[in-house]
């Protein structure tokens, strides 16, 4: 059996894109394969599994041998420590190439420039995608227009709507009616601790000397979030030292208002923002319009 699985901390593209790949795999290819997960899912992702009524994925046991499938990462820092030990079949991903993965022989590596994991899926399913049922379709649907956040995002290619747009066609989902439903199962992370919203949507990244742990909660509630500025910059510090990082960066994205605020709780932040995004920072807090993508418009910039 193949074991098929994306990064941890899921989201909604690396929880689902597995149980699409799967399912793939599985039905189509005759490779038995079943999907998994590397930690618990964010809001977003358990509302969609409800949604399309699928069962949530068990929670990866990897052993030494296992032939795998990585989907939406390429990084090894967002893997399992023994992914080495691992027989290694592909990587399905949209994100840069990291580099630092071996494997044991030549795989099948699909890493394209689209907005969505379940977009490349979708094109390398082809004609298989007609007979998907309807749970692997919606999915897919649900993928695109998180990764998205509904075609707002500037990673958004015109494909990826084409895309979303025929799945939402076939299904008879109204996109902007489903999305919404999304973005609010999204924004309630009322559950959830500090240390857990840090870590919830986060990538391991270097900026000349400092190790940073990039953070992105993406709401259409950012004041349910900001409320809690002042423990989420305590908790930084020990979230940082478990992680072997000199600082947490925590961007809030404000998806209506197509913005993010960045805290501010030292001044190596302020100094990584005010080189990185050319603004003035005078609090604890700075808004940065237009900012919405980790991957295009954070990630590339930052500097100190």
């Not at 793939?24 to 079943?34: F, Q, V």
């Not at 079949?89 to 689209?114: S, Y």
């Not at 999305?179 to 840090?198: G, P, Q, T």
């Not at 604890?284 to 990630?299: A, C, E, N, Y």
Request: charged fraction near 25%; glycine fraction near 4%; charge should be negative.
């Amino acid at each position: 059996m193949i074991k098929v699985f994306g990064h941890t901390s899921p989201d909604t593209d690396s929880a689902a894109s597995a149980i699409v790949w799967a399912w793939y795999l599985t039905e189509m290819r005759n490779r038995p394969a079943k999907p998994f997960l590397l930690g618990r899912p964010n809001t977003e992702a358990a509302f969609v599994l409800q949604h399309w009524d699928v069962p949530m994925p068990e929670l990866l046991d990897l052993a030494a041998g296992d032939d795998v499938v990585i989907v939406d990462t390429n990084n090894p820092a967002e893997l399992p420590d023994n992914i080495a030990d691992a027989n290694l079949t592909a990587i399905i991903d949209h994100h840069l190439l990291v580099g630092g993965l071996k494997t044991k022989t030549p795989i099948n590596i699909t890493i394209r420039p689209l907005a969505c994991t379940a977009t490349v899926m979708y094109d390398l399913m082809g004609s298989a995608v007609e007979k998907a049922p309807r749970h692997i379709k919606g999915l897919m649907l649900s993928c695109i227009l998180s990764d998205t956040l509904e075609f707002r995002s500037p990673t958004t290619t015109p494909h990826d709507r084409a895309v979303a747009e025929e799945l939402a066609r076939d299904l008879r989902v109204n996109i902007g009616e489903f999305a919404a439903e999304m973005f609010a199962a999204k924004s309630d992370v009322s559950a959830f601790s500090e240390a857990e919203l840090l870590t919830m949507d986060s990538k391991e990244y270097s900026v000349g000397d400092k190790e940073l742990r990039v953070s992105v909660l993406e709401t259409t509630s950012p004041g349910q979030i900001l409320s809690r500025k002042d423990a989420l910059m305590a908790a930084m510090p020990e979230v940082a030292a478990k992680d072997g990082a000199d600082q947490v960066l925590l961007f809030v994205v404000d998806i209506l208002n197509e913005e993010a605020t960045l805290l501010i709780p030292n001044d190596l932040v302020k100094t990584i923002a005010e080189k990185s995004f050319g603004v003035s920072v005078s609090g604890d807090t700075v808004v940065l319009p237009g900012v919405m993508s980790r991957k295009k418009q954070i990630i590339p910039v930052l500097s100190l």
